[in-house]
T-cell receptor, first 114, second 115 residues
Framework: NAGVTQTPKFRILKIGQSMTLQCTQD?????MYWYRQDPGMGLKLIYY???????DKGEVPNGYNVSRSTTEDFPLRLELAAPSQTSVYFC?????????????FGDGTRLSIL | GENVEQHPSTLSVQEGDSAVIKCTYS??????FPWYKQELGKRPQLIID?????GEKKDQRIAVTLNKTAKHFSLHITETQPEDSAVYFC??????????????FGKGTLLTVNP
């Protein structure tokens, strides 16, 4: 299993540009998450999904959109990039249905908006 | 919503000493408390977790304790080694009937183990 795979690993955007951060998992996990991690801060939840076709907002959803058309994929869309969205973005997944199932993280996407 | 406070923000110890990181949470309904280790430039990785029906859990040099009454939990690392140097995050979540498994993270503790 590859686990959780995120692409790209690095990206520089200009203000106002849009892009999609890709996330895919091959563990058949039903739950998927997007977090952002700012320097010196913990991870803040942007959006999450409990299964294909179902998404919900986390703590900091403004400026982002998500979709979940398949169990495997959970892309994160930035429509109008702003400097405040410069951050490291982590995708994670977990399987709920058995107790103590941890969240598995991808390697992250480092995004700079200039 | 849930709020998780983590202390200290930085911790420096000598190799072989113990390290303790403490977290408090606000929502008494939270019942799952994982700890993640994040090495520089890497992904967070789960190192230990505890559920609210247990007061302590150990895994080799790592232990976590939970005080539900006081709403705080702690990570204990004994016989620290240089490879323990990393940022450690605590988190809290409520798991209930398969719904809403959302983690709230603390801000992290940078642990440095000096040889």
């Amino acid at each position: 299993n590859a686990g959780v795979t995120q692409t790209p690993k690095f990206r520089i955007l200009k203000i106002g540009q849009s892009m999609t951060l890709q996330c895919t998992q091959d563990m058949n996990h039903n739950y998927m998450y997007w977090y952002r991690q700012d320097p010196g801060m913990g991870l803040k939840l942007i959006y999450y999904s409990v299964g294909a076709g179902i998404t919900d907002k986390g703590e900091v959803p403004n400026g982002y959109n998500v979709s979940r058309s398949t169990t495997e994929d959970f892309p994160l869309r930035l429509e109008l990039a702003a400097p405040s969205q410069t951050s490291v973005y982590f995708c994670a997944s977990s399987y709920l249905g058995r107790p103590n199932q941890p969240q598995h993280f991808g390697d992250g996407t480092r995004l700079s908006i200039l | 919503g849930e709020n998780v406070e983590q202390h200290p923000s930085t911790l420096s110890v000598q190799e072989g000493d113990s390290a303790v990181i403490k977290c408090t949470y606000s929502d008494s309904a939270s019942n799952y408390f994982p700890w993640y280790k994040q090495e520089l430039g890497k992904r967070p990785q789960l190192i230990i977790d505890i559920r609210s029906n247990v007061g302590e859990k150990k895994d080799q040099r790592i232990a976590v304790t939970l005080n539900k009454t006081a709403k705080h939990f702690s990570l204990h690392i004994t016989e620290t080694q240089p490879e323990d140097s990393a940022v450690y995050f605590c988190a809290a979540s409520m798991i209930s009937g398969g719904s809403n498994y959302k983690l709230t993270f603390g801000k992290g503790t940078l642990l440095t183990v000096n040889p």
